[in-house]
């Protein structure tokens, strides 16, 4: 699959990373001669940002290629997608050229964040909105609007490489979720020219609070709970009086002048000017990775996208043991010495005895039968150092599979096929109603005795058997 990027800047170097780090061949086309080196930047902060949500590894990356010609890049593409700025003028002029250049079946979507289908394709062009959200590469959010045949295909596309999308209902300025930010953004402005607060107060007073609670419910299942055991007409009948006192300014927008503005420019250096734009990124994407992670766990909001994405990669490896893990290593494993975190090994090993339950039929369904196994003793030797970004590897052999016992010996390897720790584990089968050991059910007794047989004529693994402080 190929995909072509009209217009380089930020939001357009975050498709080509979206795209390029799920497998597509991205085509670039940008006359600014600095494109190359901007993409590069924003795409190196995916490769270290994006990974890391997952606990698979995401596909291999497709071919990048830069190009001056626009109907060079556009050859053989799927999806072409045009990000240049907010004129409507020239959305109408590259959008008219894209239309004759791409093949027929392209589907061709614009980034705008304002202009409806009906008025991109006003001189003739074909296009869509596929409106994103920065960073690209991470927020899984895109707004589609158009075509519905073509909006389908769309939404078909972009799940495939971890995207949400969400398709309007009807066409209407700036879309959903940019009319909203507005209204914040429009309140925002009247708070600061009032002297009311500044921009690190206004900044704080999201971030600590609404911010938060938006990331996993949004508004209405927000405001929901707020209405306490009574729900939602009883917030409404509470709050709602609330509409009609003279809080908010929304209908009239303070005049942009060169005072505001500079009143503005200085509070937001005095806020964050000490760090540069690269430094604020790598921030940004931190942060959001523990929060989507945090999501993923319970599968909220931006976690269950992620969740299900996640189901349709597959683990990669070529060896005569099961491969149980395959990922990239998160900045958040790391520790103060600048290597994963002694804990996060046992993590590995945890996703690891999962995905080898699942392959023996220990899956959800299993469980939700009131069946499973639990860990009763571990055993970690840590030989090697592994870091941030590092592909991490584990294969994991069957030491003993009978009865109510399942013994496991995970191999953790690094980069170079570093051997980096060993776990050894021992679980015994359990009745979740009883909350005792019990037999398994006789699939996953046979399956997990064919592994352990296939498993029988490998080498006695070194280190099994060991306890802590044995001698060499």
Do not use: C
Not at 142 to 154: F, H, N, Q, S
Request: glycine fraction near 10%.
């Amino acid at each position: 699959m190929k995909a072509a990027i009209v217009g380089g800047g930020v939001i357009g170097g975050g498709w080509a990373a979206r795209f390029l780090l799920n497998g597509w061949d991205v085509a670039v086309f940008d006359a600014d001669p600095t494109a190359e080196r901007k993409i590069g930047e924003v795409i190196e902060n995916a490769r270290r940002s994006l990974p890391a949500l997952y606990d698979k590894l995401l596909p291999s990356e497709g071919r990048l290629s830069f190009h001056q010609d626009m109907a060079e890049a556009t050859v053989a593409a799927d999806w072409v997608q045009e990000s240049v700025p907010e004129r409507l003028e020239l959305k109408h002029k590259v959008l008219g050229t894209l239309s004759e250049l791409a093949p027929e079946g392209a589907i061709i979507g614009s980034s705008t964040s304002g202009f409806k289908p009906s008025e991109l394709n006003g001189k003739g062009a074909r296009a869509i909105v596929a409106h994103p959200f920065n960073p690209v590469y991470l927020l899984p959010l895109v707004e589609l609007v158009g075509d519905p045949g073509v909006t389908a295909r769309a939404s078909d596309i972009l799940t495939g490489i971890g995207m949400f999308p969400l398709t309007l209902r009807k066409e209407i300025d700036a879309h959903i979720a940019d009319r909203l930010l507005e209204a914040v953004w429009r309140e925002s402005l009247w708070l600061v020219k009032d002297g009311i607060a500044t921009t690190k107060e206004i900044d704080d007073a999201i971030r600590m609070a609404f911010g938060i609670r938006w990331a996993q419910m949004g508004l209405f299942e927000t405001y929901r709970i707020a209405g306490g055991e009574a729900g939602m007409k009883h917030f409404m009948a509470q709050f709602g009086p609330a509409l009609n006192w003279p809080w908010t300014k929304l209908m009239d927008v303070p005049e942009f002048t060169d005072e505001l503005v500079d009143l503005i420019a200085r509070q937001s250096d005095a806020q964050s000017g000490h760090l540069s734009i690269r430094e604020l990124e790598r921030l940004r994407d931190d942060n959001l990775v523990g929060m989507m992670r945090a999501l993923k766990k319970s599968g909220s909001g931006a976690g269950d996208v992620i969740n299900r994405h996640e189901t349709t990669l597959d683990i990669h490896a070529d060896t005569k043991l099961p491969v149980t893990g395959d990922r990239q290593i998160p900045q958040s494993w790391t520790d103060y010495n600048g290597h994963m975190n002694e804990a996060n090994y046992l993590e590995a090993s945890a996703a690891a005895t999962d995905r080898f339950m699942e392959m023996i039929g220990v899956d959800t369904a299993y469980i939700s039968s009131g069946k499973s196994y639990f860990t009763v003793e571990n055993h970690i030797r840590y030989l090697d150092e592994l870091h941030a970004g590092e592909r991490m590897t584990v294969t994991s052999q069957v030491l003993k599979g009978e009865g109510k016992k399942m013994q496991l010996f995970h191999f953790i390897r690094g980069e170079g096929d570093k051997l980096a720790a060993t776990v050894e584990t021992l679980l015994l089968h359990v009745d979740l109603a009883t909350r005792s050991s019990s037999p398994p059910s006789s699939k996953v007794s046979e399956r997990l005795a064919e592994f352990a047989s296939s498993h029988a004529g490998l080498p006695h693994p070194d280190g099994a058997g060991r306890f802590v402080g044995q001698r060499a």
